[in-house]
């Protein structure tokens, strides 16, 4: 068994969210945690904010909260965190 949590990336520019993901999919990769991603939301563009999503997998709750304690985003990046998504829409 493991915990599931989806981080959405979301911003006005597309080269900055995309930057975003891929700097915390690097942040994310030493910390015991498998990532999947980052890539474009199935829903790529909503309300005029671009949005890329990476799936995260860890072995316990533990490990998660540590990890997405303090996600590093830039002015205008917005992250969201969602623990044991019901549905990556």
Known sequence: FCRL?????SG????EVRGAAER???YLKGTGIEVLGPAPAPIERLSGR???????KAKG?????????????????KAEVDIDPLSLL
């Open 61 to 77: 709750y533990g490990t998660l909260r540590d990890a997405l304690g303090e996600l590093p985003a830039p002015k205008g990046i």
């Open 50 to 56: 671009w949005r890329w999503q990476l799936l995260l």
């Open 5 to 9: 949590a989806a981080v959405r990336i």
């Open 24 to 26: 915390l999919c690097r």
């Open 12 to 15: 006005k520019d597309l080269e």
